[in-house]
């Protein structure tokens, strides 16, 4: 798990159809320094209403994620589990 | 998945025994180079894979890695991470051909 | 996922028989600063497998590891990476683009 940023959201009308009705935020996880981007921003689908500006809590469990998403077959990995208090 | 070149076959006889009868092949991960996406440039980096496909020393291949190495019939029991998927015939980028296996 | 911008086409001469048919592009994983212009598009590409028919240029979602070949079950593709969704638009907060 890691957390990360959100600083934008991603919009697709041709995808795997798990993804149909779910919002794909883009979140970049930061070094300890909390400025210097830890490799690239992530896609992560998000069921708590996580927004810009907050840091949301992402985990790269892909079994939590197909339950999550009701699908066996989605090549969905990343999902947000939670977001930071201020 | 990413393009490698063959350099060359392992040969190993005390091995672990369900590795007995599958080919294993040295192989280097190559680049689109960077600055003019023109050619594929070597990375330095060098791999064995297991070989699916029966390739020959000098090919340039497709390589999976991971987990997803052992999703074929052939893999699925190995202990492995690295296998050659395919042979590649033509590599396009920016719509210049930067590999062409007949050439 | 992370998001990938297709510059190229790789065609197979021959594959595995699960792969047979398959279409698979080249894409680099993009930067914060290439998704805000900041920076050239520099990293390595990987090759994707993709179903969705995408044009050189598009920006993709690469899902990787042993998800992206979660879309075949049940039956068995040796693949690491695959093409999630053709990305319309990214709308980045440019406040938080430091």
């Known amino acids: 798990m890691q957390v990360g940023l959100v600083i934008g959201t991603a919009t697709a009308t041709i995808k795997h159809p798990s993804m149909n009705g779910w919002k794909l935020l883009v979140v970049q996880p930061y070094q300890s320094d909390g400025r210097t981007p ?49 | ?67 997803s190495a052992r999703l074929t019939p052939e893999t699925k029991n190995l202990p492995i991470d690295t296998v050659i998927v395919g042979i590649i015939d033509k590599v396009h980028v920016d719509g210049t051909n930067v590999f062409n296996r007949e050439q | 996922m992370r998001i990938g911008e297709v510059i190229g086409t790789v065609t197979l001469n021959r594959s595995h028989p699960s792969l047979v048919g ?44 042993g998800e992206a070949a979660q879309p075949f079950r049940p039956d068995m593709k040796p693949v690491d990476a695959y093409n999630a969704a053709i990305l319309d638009q990214i709308n980045l907060d440019d406040s938080l683009n430091t």
């Open chain 3, 22 to 65: 398959a279409s698979f592009k080249l894409a680099v994983p993009l930067t914060l600063s290439n998704l805000s212009g900041a920076a050239p598009i520099l990293g390595e590409e990987l090759v994707v497998y993709d179903a969705l028919g995408t044009g050189i240029g598009s920006r993709i979602a690469i899902s990787e590891g």
């Open chain 2, 1 to 67: 998945m990413f393009v490698a070149k063959v350099t060359g076959s392992m040969v190993s006889t005390q091995k672990v025994a369900s590795m007995v009868g599958h080919k294993l092949m040295i192989v280097e991960p190559y680049r689109i180079d960077s600055s003019d996406r023109t050619r594929l440039v070597n990375t330095g980096r060098t791999f064995v894979a297991v070989d699916t496909v029966g390739v020959g020393e000098g090919e340039f291949v497709l390589i999976t890695q991971g987990s």
């Open chain 1, 38 to 86: 830890d490799g690239e921003p992530v896609l992560a689908v998000d069921s708590l209403g996580a927004g810009c500006g907050d840091r949301a809590l992402i985990t790269s469990d892909g079994k939590g994620t197909r339950t999550l998403l009701k699908s066996d077959t989605t090549p969905v990995r990343w999902s947000v589990m939670g977001i930071a208090d201020e």
